[in-house]
């Protein structure tokens, strides 16, 4: 799938917006291939794989589009 990095945190986290998705898709920085947190900004497109986690959907092998 791919995305837009909607919202990053100073937690090491954030949220990805989904085309024809209502809900963001929330991401960790210890998911991240190839980019560190650091280099990632809003507005960036990603590309990611979706996993079920304890708490929803989250976003995994997430990496520059």
Not at 46 to 50: Q, W
Not at 59 to 63: D, G, I, N, Y
């Given at each position: 799938m791919t995305g837009t990095i909607k919202t990053l945190t100073d937690k090491g986290f954030?949220?990805?917006?989904?085309?024809g998705e209502a809900k963001d898709i929330f991401f960790h920085?210890?998911?991240?291939?190839?980019v560190t947190f650091d280099e990632l900004q809003t507005g960036d497109q990603?590309?990611?794989?979706?996993v079920d986690s304890e708490k929803g959907p989250a976003?995994?092998?997430?990496?520059r589009a």
């Open positions: 954030g949220f990805i917006s989904r085309e920085s210890k998911e991240l291939v190839g990603v590309s990611f794989e979706v976003a995994t092998k997430v990496s």
